[in-house]
């Protein structure tokens, strides 16, 4: 074996930087991101993968992540033996991190020309004129009101009985129905919803950690086929919103929030207020929590007595689901996470799923403020 970095790999390795350095100085450009990626090229090569992985009835994004996976692991382990067997370890070591780097570099460039640039948009703060802040007791509260009343609602509307599973052709079904309503008040809302799949990952979910997921490099939106059958109608709309190139969970649990509120299926209006309780239920209660333990305690019963019984039921139901699997490796998988969103200038983290409050509350101050 020649254990030498030839000039081959070495102008490889520099082309690759440069390409990497190109793509970030891009990133930061408003102008390239605006008016190139997101105005011209994401939604045509979005397209052009939503339509191409559709024609495969299995996950073909899950099927690649594998494949990379054993790809590297076996490399990995090839690389071991070989170390352990070689005199000139140093030099091996040097040739791995060699490779690691283009490795390492040929994946940003990817990542970032499939996907990545989407999250330097401009995106529904541009589209709508929103501008999120932060918020006091007073806002949440009464959007917690809020969305107990719609749940509510819905749930009695429903009716007593069981909340079904929905199978995905339904879910497609009333999700593009939904978009194609939204869309007459906001047209950035147009899709054709396609190439939707239940995750090849499911066995190993709760370990993960995920009830849905986005795969940038085919286009796939992905659900899991084990959850509570009232989660997925939300979760489809939300990963549609990330199909349609809202990069942030936030934004694309927000662009779903206005595509189920114009929905005149209850069972999805249901599964969008549940959604959206939980993750105002952890603001509000985070909010009083930091001041006043009394005042805590009493918007928690508050919350309690204004509920309705069944929502009351189905919120049990749902919490007994995760917690009869929880484990010690979904704390690692979410850190990882944690981590991946920082990265990508979600400065909260795996936080920023709760983020959607201050969008809805800013998007509820705009419209009071024109009526």
Not at 84 to 104: D, E, I, K
Not at 201 to 222: K, L, M, Q, V
Not at 271 to 299: G, I, P, R, T
Request: glycine share 6%; hydrophobic share 40%; with cysteine.
């Amino acid at each position: 074996m020649q254990l030498i970095v030839d000039e081959k790999k070495i102008k490889k390795t520099f082309l690759l930087l440069l390409g990497g350095i190109l793509a970030y100085l891009a990133g930061q450009s408003s102008w390239f991101v605006e008016n190139w990626y997101v105005a011209k090229f994401y939604p045509l090569w979005s397209n052009f993968l939503k339509k191409g992985s559709s024609f495969f009835p299995f996950s073909l994004g899950d099927l690649l992540y594998t494949c990379i996976i054993i790809y590297l692991l076996v490399r990995f382990l090839k690389w071991v033996r070989l170390f352990l067997l070689s005199h000139q370890r140093l030099t091996l070591f040097w040739l791995a991190m060699h490779r690691l780097v283009q490795l390492g570099l040929t994946g940003y460039i990817l990542f970032q020309v499939f996907w990545g640039f989407n999250y330097k948009k401009g995106g529904i703060a541009l589209q709508l004129g929103l501008n999120p802040t932060a918020y006091n007791q007073s806002e949440i509260t009464t959007l917690t009101n809020q969305l107990i009343d719609s749940a509510n609602y819905y749930r009695k509307k429903i009716g007593p009985g069981y909340l079904p599973i929905f199978t995905k052709a339904a879910l497609i079904k009333d999700a593009q129905i939904a978009y194609n309503q939204a869309s007459k008040q906001f047209p950035f809302l147009t899709t054709t919803i396609q190439s939707v799949k239940f995750s090849m990952f499911e066995p190993i979910a709760d370990y993960i950690g995920f009830s849905g997921y986005y795969n940038p490099f085919t286009g796939e939106a992905h659900l899991r086929n084990d959850l509570p059958g009232i989660l997925n109608p939300f979760i489809i709309c939300h990963e549609i919103g990330h199909q349609l190139g809202y990069a942030s969970e936030s934004e694309a649990s927000f662009v779903g929030f206005l595509a189920a509120k114009s929905s005149s299926n209850p069972y999805l209006q249901y599964s969008m207020y549940l959604d959206l309780l939980n993750y105002s239920f952890n603001e509000q209660y985070l909010l009083y929590a930091k001041e006043n333990y009394v005042a805590f305690e009493q918007v928690v019963k508050n919350n309690r007595n204004r509920m309705d019984s069944l929502v009351k039921k189905d919120r049990k139901t749902i919490r007994n689901f995760f917690y009869k699997r929880r484990n010690n490796i979904s704390p690692i998988s979410n850190n990882l996470y944690d981590q991946f969103l920082k990265m990508n200038q979600q400065v909260a983290g795996i936080d920023s799923y709760n983020e959607v409050i201050a969008w809805l509350i800013s998007y509820q101050n705009k419209r009071h403020a024109y009526n």
